[in-house]
């Protein structure tokens, strides 16, 4: 039952890393073409090194161990063992700070997105709103903050968190914001393939923050994180090499992505407050929305396809 039950966690976090990256995948794709076959080479085998370990291995060990301070790093690294059930038990008694962290980033992550990002419409609450709501969005932002800061009133710690949650994304967002700027600005300029490679090294960091993150939704068990997100980010990365211009054609995939993101910070800020949800449930709900949108986006894809041989 255990080894079933982590099957399904660690599938949900491949899933939910895979389509949670395909922006970064698009933009890596973009700057991969300008640069040469070697450091392109470079960039795809050592990429990965700093990616998976770096970013996938270093940040959730750092996340937890900045919440429970009395616990060594030391320590922290033998959970993954099963040698320490004194980390293992801390983890465990300190999850609703993780969690209410992780639930207000990825709300705030959904409603941006919902608010204030171009997409094409796809489930109902998309198709109701209109450019001039982008405003609502920093009311969202401001709402959810005064109510959770209220629920969480007796505990001072997690009030902290739930502010950092949201202090966090919109730094993160100032971080991608600039990204995506010096994106166009490097696709213009004739700067060397080194000066990319260090870009798309950079890049890849701040657009992996919000897969860590959600991570905690499926599980706080660290080692089922490192290994759904770092196979996650391995296939990413073959998928950069196939092709994601392929899979950016599937309209409504971002949709079925950021939907889930939004269920996964609402599950998040549930368990943070102690309400228990089956284990399968971040999974089961994820690969659900995930799939209907790109069955949709595939079954468009290829009507249209079937249209336009029809119509020659």
């Known amino acids: 039952m255990v080894f079933l039950e982590a099957l399904i966690v660690i599938f949900g976090l491949i899933l939910f890393e895979v389509v949670n990256s395909v922006d970064n995948a698009i933009i890596n794709a973009h700057v991969l073409k300008t640069m040469s076959h070697k450091w392109r080479k470079r960039f795809l085998v050592f990429g990965i090194i700093t990616s998976v370990f770096l970013v996938r291995v270093i940040l959730p060990l750092l996340?937890?161990?900045?919440?429970?301070?009395?616990?060594?790093?030391?320590?922290?690294?033998?959970?993954?063992t099963g040698s320490s059930a004194l980390a293992t038990e801390a983890i465990e008694q300190q999850k609703s700070i993780i969690l209410i962290f992780g639930g207000m980033f990825m709300l705030l992550l959904y409603f941006h997105w919902l608010f204030m990002e171009r997409k094409h419409?796809?489930?109902?609450?998309?198709?109701?709103?209109?450019?001039?709501?982008?405003?609502?969005?920093?009311?969202?932002?401001a709402l959810i903050l005064v109510v959770l800061l209220y629920f969480a009133r007796n505990n001072p710690v997690m009030m902290i968190a739930t502010a950092l949650g949201s202090a966090t994304f919109f730094i993160i967002y100032g971080f991608k914001e600039t990204a995506e700027r010096a994106e166009t600005k490097?696709?213009?300029?004739?700067?060397?393939?080194?000066?990319?490679?260090?870009?798309?090294?950079v890049l890849d960091a701040t657009f992996s923050f919000d897969g860590v993150i959600g991570a905690f939704a499926f599980t706080t068990n660290l080692l089922y994180i490192i290994i759904g997100l770092g196979i996650g980010a391995i296939v990413l990365r073959q998928l950069t090499i196939l092709g994601i211009n392929r899979i950016a054609k599937y309209k409504w995939l971002k949709n079925g992505a950021m939907t889930a993101i939004g269920f996964l910070g609402f599950f998040m800020i549930l368990e943070s407050f102690g309400i228990e949800l089956p284990i399968y449930l971040p999974t089961l709900v994820t690969s659900a929305i995930v799939g209907y949108a790109f069955y949709k986006s595939h079954k468009h894809l290829t009507d249209t396809a079937l249209y336009g041989y029809l119509k020659k």
Do not use: C, R, T
């Open 63 to 80: 996340i937890v161990w900045l919440v429970i301070p009395h616990i060594s790093f030391a320590e922290l690294i033998k959970v993954f």
């Open 121 to 141: 419409p796809f489930f109902i609450q998309e198709k109701l709103l209109k450019e001039h709501h982008d405003v609502w969005f920093f009311a969202f932002a």
């Open 186 to 201: 490097l696709m213009k300029s004739s700067k060397s393939d080194v000066s990319k490679f260090l870009y798309l090294e």
